[in-house]
């Protein structure tokens, strides 16, 4: 018997009890569409923080002096020249390369005073696509230039400190040589990043300005931040920047923030774990039908194999019953999938009524509740191998079952 004769038989087989084999396909259908939506939301989200901690820190990619990782220091710099801006910029999925000084500051006001984090920036060579504050700014204006005279404040940091627009700050640093210097400033702007970490510890500040207060030279910096088309392409953007900055190493996100890249393992763990149960549940459904099936039929196998149908024939004709189902699953459930999913990649579900917040934190960064979804492919492809493997393996017993069907023995059964 030829292999398309054997799946034609099978075809038929599945659906000698409609409603058995349709309430089998929809288990398949449902396991598929939490899996995918499940995925789904798990790829968007994560995508998200990600890429907002890198406009908010330091890049995809962050290219700095070697010893500034264990050892965080502004006397730890590297030269950002136009020269190597423009070769990290030429590599490939590379999106954009802005220098920035980054530390740590006091803040002084005639009120009170704070320590919190700096970034110092050009506004020339920023958007909100390497900057997220760009697109925050709750009160007054952005820098005018590299040289302004200003600095932002985050709106908690500002409301500690008694700050307000046009207030003075007094803020410190420690320069190359460890000594202290001083720097004054007005409040030029305020801004909601929506991450509590940010809006309470980070202020902004003018990289001309911060480089002359320093002593830095004009191509003196302490980072160099890359941002790329993808995350998941981050680690090989900082192979291929390798040792192109002279004493500076190119470390992706995953080195630079390594509490977040723990967080997303967990989180994406347990939703693995969830995943997989669906699927062992589904299988144990998918067994069922084709065990019942077979023992029902244990009579009709043992006349094919009385008239020469071998037992290898009987189990290949069970695994493409087990076959079918899984296409059939899967074309159900990208049916069934469709409209959701279109859905909720597009429009979204707003979780800010129910939840009473416009904003969670996750991980000290500031994630929307709009909840949204966006799968990877490969994850998709995953998703779908998965439920075919498990059809098949839900098959195999069964399958093994009616191969070692006898005659004599089956013939006798009513």
Same mark, same amino acid.
């Given at each position: /018997?030829?292999?398309?004769?054997?799946?034609? /038989?099978?075809?038929? +087989? $599945?659906?000698? +009890?409609?409603?058995?084999?349709?309430?089998?396909?929809?288990?398949?259908?449902?396991? =598929?569409? !939490?899996?995918?939506?499940?995925?789904?939301?798990?790829?968007?989200?994560?995508?998200?923080?990600?890429?907002?901690?890198?406009? !908010?820190?330091?890049?995809? =990619?962050?290219?700095?002096?070697?010893?500034?990782?264990?050892?965080?220091?502004?006397?730890?710099?590297?030269?950002?020249?136009?020269?190597? !801006?423009?070769?990290?910029?030429?590599?490939?999925?590379?999106?954009?390369?802005?220098?920035?000084?980054?530390?740590?500051?006091?803040?002084?006001?005639?009120?009170?005073?704070?320590? #919190?984090?700096?970034?110092?920036?050009?506004?020339?060579?920023?958007?909100?696509?390497?900057?997220?504050? !760009?697109?925050?700014?709750?009160?007054?204006?952005?820098?005018?230039?590299?040289?302004?005279?200003?600095?932002?404040?985050?709106?908690?940091?500002?409301? +500690?400190?008694?700050?307000?627009?046009?207030?003075?700050?007094?803020?410190?640093?420690?320069?190359?040589?460890?000594?202290?210097? +001083?720097?004054?400033?007005?409040?030029?702007?305020?801004?909601?990043?929506?991450?509590?970490?940010?809006?309470?510890?980070?202020?902004?500040?003018?990289?001309?300005?911060?480089?002359?207060?320093?002593?830095?030279?004009?191509?003196?910096?302490?980072?160099?931040?890359?941002?790329?088309?993808?995350?998941?392409?981050?680690? #090989?953007?900082?192979?291929?920047?390798?040792?192109?900055?002279?004493?500076?190493?190119?470390?992706?996100?995953?080195?630079?923030?390594?509490?977040?890249?723990? /967080?997303?393992? /967990?989180?994406?763990?347990?939703?693995?774990?969830?995943?997989?149960?669906? $699927?062992?549940?589904?299988?144990?459904?998918?067994?069922?039908?084709?065990?019942?099936?077979?023992?029902?039929?244990?009579?009709?196998?043992?006349?094919?194999?009385?008239?020469?149908?071998?037992?290898?024939?009987?189990?290949?004709?069970?695994? $493409?019953?087990?076959?079918?189902?899984?296409?059939?699953?899967?074309?159900?459930?990208?049916?069934?999938?469709?409209?959701?999913?279109?859905?909720?990649?597009?429009?979204?579900?707003?979780?800010?009524?129910?939840?009473?917040?416009?904003?969670?934190?996750?991980?000290?960064?500031?994630?929307?509740?709009?909840?949204?979804?966006?799968?990877?492919?490969?994850?998709? $492809?995953?998703?779908?191998?998965?439920?075919?493997?498990?059809?098949?393996?839900?098959?195999?017993?069964?399958?093994?079952? #009616?191969?070692?069907?006898?005659?004599?023995?089956?013939?006798?059964?009513?």
């Amino acid at each position: /018997m030829g292999p398309f004769k054997l799946a034609a /038989m099978a075809w038929r +087989n $599945l659906w000698r +009890n409609t409603r058995r084999t349709i309430i089998t396909l929809a288990s398949v259908a449902f396991a =598929v569409f !939490l899996a995918v939506l499940m995925t789904g939301v798990q790829d968007w989200s994560w995508e998200e923080v990600i890429n907002t901690a890198a406009r !908010l820190g330091s890049g995809h =990619v962050t290219v700095q002096h070697a010893e500034y990782q264990e050892q965080p220091a502004l006397s730890r710099t590297i030269n950002a020249s136009a020269d190597v !801006l423009s070769r990290v910029r030429a590599l490939s999925h590379v999106t954009g390369a802005t220098p920035r000084i980054g530390g740590q500051v006091m803040l002084s006001t005639a009120r009170d005073s704070a320590g #919190a984090g700096f970034i110092a920036y050009d506004p020339a060579q920023e958007s909100t696509q390497t900057l997220s504050i !760009l697109g925050a700014l709750q009160e007054g204006a952005l820098f005018r230039g590299a040289d302004d005279a200003g600095i932002i404040l985050g709106w908690r940091l500002a409301r +500690n400190l008694g700050a307000e627009l046009g207030s003075k700050i007094v803020y410190t640093l420690t320069d190359r040589h460890g000594e202290i210097v +001083n720097g004054l400033a007005r409040v030029s702007g305020i801004v909601r990043t929506g991450s509590p970490s940010a809006d309470l510890g980070l202020c902004f500040l003018p990289i001309g300005t911060v480089r002359t207060t320093l002593g830095y030279g004009p191509d003196e910096v302490t980072q160099l931040a890359v941002f790329t088309d993808d995350q998941r392409r981050s680690e #090989a953007v900082a192979a291929a920047i390798g040792s192109s900055v002279p004493g500076a190493v190119a470390l992706s996100w995953k080195e630079t923030q390594p509490d977040l890249v723990s /967080m997303i393992a /967990m989180k994406r763990g347990g939703t693995t774990f969830f995943e997989i149960l669906i $699927l062992v549940l589904c299988a144990a459904g998918i067994f069922n039908t084709l065990f019942v099936s077979v023992m029902e039929r244990l009579r009709e196998f043992g006349v094919l194999v009385a008239i020469g149908m071998s037992p290898a024939l009987l189990f290949l004709m069970i695994m $493409l019953e087990s076959l079918w189902l899984s296409l059939i699953g899967l074309a159900a459930a990208a049916l069934v999938t469709a409209l959701p999913y279109h859905h909720l990649a597009t429009t979204g579900v707003d979780l800010s009524a129910r939840l009473g917040t416009q904003q969670a934190d996750v991980a000290g960064i500031g994630m929307s509740m709009v909840l949204k979804v966006g799968i990877y492919p490969e994850n998709a $492809l995953v998703i779908a191998a998965a439920a075919v493997v498990a059809t098949l393996a839900a098959g195999l017993y069964p399958a093994w079952r #009616a191969g070692r069907v006898e005659p004599v023995d089956a013939i006798k059964l009513v």
